[in-house]
Nanobody
Framework: QVQLLESGGGLVQPGGSLRLSCAASGSISSIDAMGWYRQAPGKERELVATITRSGITNYADSIKGRFTVSRDNAGKTLYLQMNSLKPEDTAVYFC??????????WGQGTQVTVSS
């Protein structure tokens, strides 16, 4: 059992920066990988970035070069540093944690709005 809580969302101007955080609790040692997903109104949830227990990262093409995903050494907190934000980045951002082959956990999401 893993619980996830996102924070750090808000309103930012185009070209600005924002850092999202995800605090994990529960059976943290069971987590193999963590990541960020986002969902805009009327659209399906999409992958933003992932990071494995060993630190291997993967990014969606749409944010590559602008966003950076990271974890603290204990694996309790996941971060997403978002730079050069665009209006199309506006979405609810969800923290995700995976355990084994089948189990996935989700946070409640944090709203990111990019607008002038």
């Amino acid at each position: 059992q893993v619980q996830l809580l996102e924070s750090g969302g808000g309103l930012v101007q185009p070209g600005g920066s924002l850092r999202l955080s995800c605090a994990a609790s529960g059976s943290i040692s069971s987590i193999d990988a963590m990541g960020w997903y986002r969902q805009a109104p009327g659209k399906e949830r999409e992958l933003v970035a992932t990071i494995t227990r060993s630190g291997i990262t993967n990014y969606a093409d749409s944010i590559k070069g602008r966003f950076t995903v990271s974890r603290d050494n204990a694996g309790k907190t996941l971060y997403l540093q978002m730079n050069s934000l665009k209006p199309e980045d506006t979405a609810v951002y969800f923290c995700n944690a995976g355990s084994g082959f089948y189990t996935k956990y989700w946070g409640q999401g944090t709203q990111v709005t990019v607008s002038s």
